[in-house]
C-alpha cells in the first residue's frame, strides 16, 4: 500500500521560500497523480495543486499561481512543492496525497493520505 510522508515544513518570514517533500514508499509513484493539500485551522481544507506522474500535466490553485511550484522525481520516488513569496495566508497544515485518477486530486479526493506538515509564515 502506499505511503506518502511529508517533510520540509517550518516557520518563515513573509517573502520567504520553503521546499516540501513527499516521499512514498510500498509502491512507485508512477502513474498517479500527486497533489498538495492546506488546511489552516478554522477554515476548510483547500487545494494547493496537482501534478499526473503519466505526462506532467499540473494543476494550480489561483492563490498560488506564479509563487508555487510542484514537481516530482520519479528515481527518488518524491513530489515536491516550492513555495516562494510567502505570505502569511499561506500558513498552514499541508498533506500531499494520491490517486490513480488526476480527476480525484481535482476533485480533493485522492485516496492515499500523508500526516501534514506545518508551515508558519510570519514576521
Known amino acids: 500500500q502506499l505511503q506518502l510522508v511529508e517533510s520540509g515544513g517550518g516557520s518563515v518570514q513573509p517573502g520567504g521560500s520553503l521546499r516540501l517533500s513527499c516521499a512514498a514508499s510500498g509502491s512507485t509513484l508512477n502513474y498517479y497523480a500527486i497533489g498538495w493539500f492546506r488546511q489552516a485551522p478554522g477554515k476548510e481544507r483547500e487545494g494547493v495543486s496537482c501534478i499526473s506522474t503519466s505526462d506532467g500535466s499540473t494543476y494550480y490553485a489561483d492563490s498560488v499561481k506564479g509563487r508555487f511550484t510542484i514537481s516530482g522525481d520519479n528515481a527518488k520516488n518524491t513530489v515536491y512543492l516550492q513555495m516562494n513569496s510567502l505570505k502569511p495566508e499561506d500558513t498552514a497544515v499541508y498533506y500531499c496525497?494520491?490517486?490513480?485518477?488526476?480527476?480525484?486530486?481535482?476533485?480533493?479526493?485522492?485516496?492515499?493520505w500523508g500526516q501534514g506538515t506545518q508551515v508558519t509564515v510570519s514576521s
Open positions: 496525497a494520491a490517486d490513480l485518477r488526476f480527476m480525484r486530486c481535482l476533485s480533493q479526493t485522492p485516496r492515499y
